[in-house]
């Protein structure tokens, strides 16, 4: 663990903590990323790190360092845990004070990182999925990944109560919007790809990856296009295949929605050529997506 209050990188677990009076601890007032380690290499480091600060600044906190600091804390933190696959989580907090509402008693923000070694792999099997009926974040809140994720959990304990993996989150509107805590995409029947639009939502690393790297599909004429749009409940059942991307799945298909199969109830092709493409980017991808981390 990393640790600003700390000022270092902490290896016994016993001191790997966060104070009480923290205001993201008793507040919520904080935001968070993440990214992956695979086969001993940081992917898309740069570009969530890009959006936490996006996160921090939409929540009024301001860094107590800049981002090549913190890039290099991250990296150094990386090094140190000798962790080959897992995931590199991190928070910027307004940091330690009182336990009033207002930062203003927090003299200094403060950030926390913690490798996880986790063994997560290509995902082939699908799932089945439900639609919330917990109320989902105005786009304030949605489009910054803070610390409050009340309505995730409780849609996701919904889901599992329900004997379902997970669920979909449907705007005001009656549009599709997302994941509990990862982006959903459709393949229509004339073989489009979709993804909800980003402007109330969170704008998922992996899900801007997936729709740089799913023309090459097209270029195949495998899918007919790839775009962002507007998604009705009724138009997204239609869909001949669906699934979840995330930065651990990376894709995860899903076969069944509010008990309806979907498309032929089976694992997609496209899908699965989908997630191959994510898949053959985090083991052997440009410099661009991939920083080799320097273990000692």
């Not at 990188?9 to 968070?32: E, K, Q, T």
């Not at 610390?147 to 669920?167: C, D, I, Q, R, W």
């Amino acid at each position: 663990m990393y640790s600003s209050v700390f000022g270092g990188i902490i290896l016994d677990p016993a001191m790997m903590v966060i104070p009480i009076d923290d205001h993201m601890v008793h507040r919520g007032h904080g935001v968070f990323d993440t990214a992956i380690i695979l086969d001993g290499y940081l992917y898309e480091l740069d570009v969530h790190l890009a959006r936490f600060l996006r996160s921090a600044s939409k929540a009024k906190i301001v860094s107590p360092f800049s981002q090549s600091t913190l890039r290099s804390i991250l990296i150094q933190l990386t090094a140190a845990s000798q962790c080959k696959k897992g995931t590199l989580r991190y928070w910027l907090s307004a940091g330690p004070g009182d336990f009033l509402l207002s930062p203003a008693g927090c003299p200094s923000s403060a950030f926390y990182a913690v490798v996880i070694d986790e063994d997560f792999y290509q995902c082939t099997e699908g799932v089945k999925v439900i639609t919330s009926n917990i109320p989902m974040k105005s786009p304030l809140f949605a489009t910054m990944k803070n610390v409050n994720y009340l309505p995730n959990v409780l849609t996701m304990m919904e889901a599992e109560e329900k004997g379902a993996f997970a669920s979909i989150w449907v705007d005001e509107e009656g549009y599709i919007a997302e994941g509990p805590n990862v982006n959903v995409a459709f393949i229509t029947r004339e073989k489009e790809l979709i993804l909800p639009l980003f402007d109330k939502i969170l704008s998922g690393c992996t899900a801007l990856r997936l729709l740089e790297l799913a023309p090459k599909l097209v270029e195949q004429r495998r899918l007919k296009s790839v775009k962002t749009g507007n998604l009705t409940v009724e138009e997204a059942k239609e869909a001949a295949e669906m699934m979840y991307v995330g930065s651990t799945l990376p894709v995860l298909p899903i076969i069944a929605w509010d008990d309806k199969p979907i498309g032929d109830g089976n694992v997609g092709e496209l899908t699965m050529a989908l997630s191959d493409l994510l898949w053959e980017d985090m083991v052997a991808g440009p410099e661009t997506q991939r920083f080799p981390v320097p273990y000692m």
